[in-house]
């Protein structure tokens, strides 16, 4: 018999965090949800960050994933955005590691050579690529889609990870 695992992608950022949930049964991937998790940007930040950890924690209470995903953080050329990142992807980390779960990370260029088979593919194709391969995916904002393709490759690599983790 086949293992069933639930896998809960993570798009971190500190206004959005984009969430999507999806099992994965041998190579058979199926939709369960997805939405985004906000900050509210009036607020100083660390209670910015205590709302991404209580919603967050949320999630994973209403969702019980057994794996998560989360996307690594890129640098861009502002530096204190990079920082407010990081911090909100620490959340994204921190919350499933208090609740147990394991947590793999991947670089948003392998995330998108897995789903569309080009790492430099834009928004517009990951998304298309979500519909196909999650044909009942509902997402409403990119930040859902880009979560539900983090753990569309989480779903295609864990097992290559888990092999290697093993040697």
């Known amino acids: 018999m086949t293992e069933r695992v639930r896998i809960l992608g993570l798009d971190p950022g500190l206004r959005n965090t ?13 939709y369960v949800a997805c939405g985004v998790v ?18 967050l ?16 953080t890129f640098v861009n050329k502002d530096a204190q ?14 919350v499933p590691a208090l609740h147990g779960l394991p947590v793999a990370e991947y670089g948003a260029n392998q995330v998108k050579k897995t789903v ?12 298309a ?3 196909i391969l ?12 880009d979560a539900l393709a983090i753990a569309i490759a989480h779903a295609h690599h864990r097992k290559a990870r888990a092999l290697a983790a093993s040697y």
């Open 18 to 30: 984009g969430w999507g949930v999806i099992t994965v049964e041998g190579t058979k991937l199926s």
């Open 38 to 55: 906000t900050s509210d940007g009036d607020l100083e930040l660390a209670l910015r960050l205590k709302q991404l950890h209580d919603r």
């Open 57 to 72: 924690t949320d999630v994973i209470r209403a969702w019980t994933p057994d794996e998560v995903s989360v996307e690594e």
């Open 81 to 94: 955005a990079t920082l407010k990142l990081g911090q909100a992807r620490a959340m994204s980390l921190l």
């Open 116 to 127: 569309v088979g080009v790492g430099h593919a834009d928004k517009d194709q990951v998304q």
């Open 129 to 131: 690529m979500v519909r």
């Open 134 to 145: 999650l044909p009942k995916a509902d997402f409403k904002k990119a930040d859902a889609a």
